[in-house]
């Protein structure tokens, strides 16, 4: 019963019995043949099904609503007690900006995965924030001020942010020295899910104050920024560790050092559980110690020290 479970998940997360079975590694018509042994069990039909689409039934949705949790309860308990005395195994599932993933995640989920052959880890890269939670994600490394209490979150480091551009940007639209001053400039704007205005969050007078920005150009990937403020298109707002080489090479140059943007958290996330899998203690140990010697080192650039 418990495959079966499985099965029905996956096909309605995967939307396709045969993405399904490629996920549990099994063919279209087993994950179809558990489905219907399902049904069977509960005594209704679980999916509506036509020759182009599948869609779930009302009593599909509740029944999904309330098996994803305790699968992941099951999946923690059989994690738990077979990693005492045997090697973890299962899916990771774990979530990161595109940045952070690429050049921090990724080289670690490899490693992981090289240490644990039996886990397979599926990396899912995003300038948009994932819920844990329904989208069945482990663990996020995350950027950000965190005050959700259903989430553990552990510090990798406070992250310093530097207003930026590039010298043919300022000598042609002049220097920012206050905050004000920067309604008389482009500024290159990250779009995040549902923002309807922007504004930074910059230091005046010992002050946190929400300065509204505008500019022509804005973007949901933080890298393609960079390399417009690198160009010369305006000033841009980011975490320092992201622009070391570009300032350290004098392709961009920090503005209004005084009234710094206010610094972020860097996080490891994951939801909050009476069993935790040690899968993910593991990763999230590996990812703390790895992000705080990737920071250290990109910050190693500018004479800066990282704080934990």
Not at 162 to 183: F, I, M, N, Q
Request: proline share 4%; charged share 25%.
């Amino acid at each position: 019963m418990l495959e079966n479970m499985r099965a029905f998940v996956s096909a309605v997360e995967s939307e396709s019995f045969s993405e399904a079975g490629r996920r549990l590694r099994l063919s279209a018509n087993v994950v179809s043949h558990r489905i219907q042994m399902l049904e069977k069990h509960l005594g209704c039909r679980l999916f509506n099904r036509t020759t182009r689409r599948m869609s779930l039934t009302e009593q599909g949705r509740v029944f999904y609503e309330n098996v994803t949790e305790a699968l992941r309860l099951i999946e923690a308990a059989e994690s738990n007690v077979s990693e005492l005395g045997a090697m973890p195994r299962g899916a990771l599932r774990v979530t990161a900006s595109l940045h952070l993933g690429r050049r921090l995640v990724a080289p670690v989920a490899a490693r992981y995965q090289e240490v644990h052959p039996q886990i397979d880890v599926r990396l899912r890269l995003s300038e948009h924030t994932i819920d844990l939670i329904s989208e069945s994600v482990d663990l996020a490394l995350r950027m950000g001020a965190f005050e959700d209490s259903s989430m553990i979150m552990r510090k990798v480091a406070r992250v310093e942010r530097v207003t930026c551009a590039s010298p043919a940007y300022l000598e042609r639209a002049g220097v920012p020295r206050k905050p004000s001053d920067l309604s008389r400039h482009q500024c290159l704007l990250l779009r995040f899910a549902g923002a309807r205005e922007f504004r930074w969050s910059l230091t005046d007078a010992g002050r946190e104050v929400a300065v509204p920005v505008t500019g022509h150009l804005e973007a949901d990937d933080g890298d393609v920024l960079t390399v417009w403020a690198m160009e010369g298109r305006g000033l841009v707002v980011k975490p320092r560790f992201e622009v070391a080489d570009a300032l350290a090479q004098g392709h961009l140059v920090p503005v209004m050092e005084n009234h710094a943007p206010t610094p972020l958290t860097l996080g490891v996330l994951y939801p909050a559980r009476q069993l935790v899998p040690l899968k993910v203690k593991d990763f999230a140990d590996m990812l703390l110690e790895e992000g705080r010697r990737f920071l250290a080192a990109e910050l190693a650039r500018l004479g800066e020290t990282l704080r934990a």
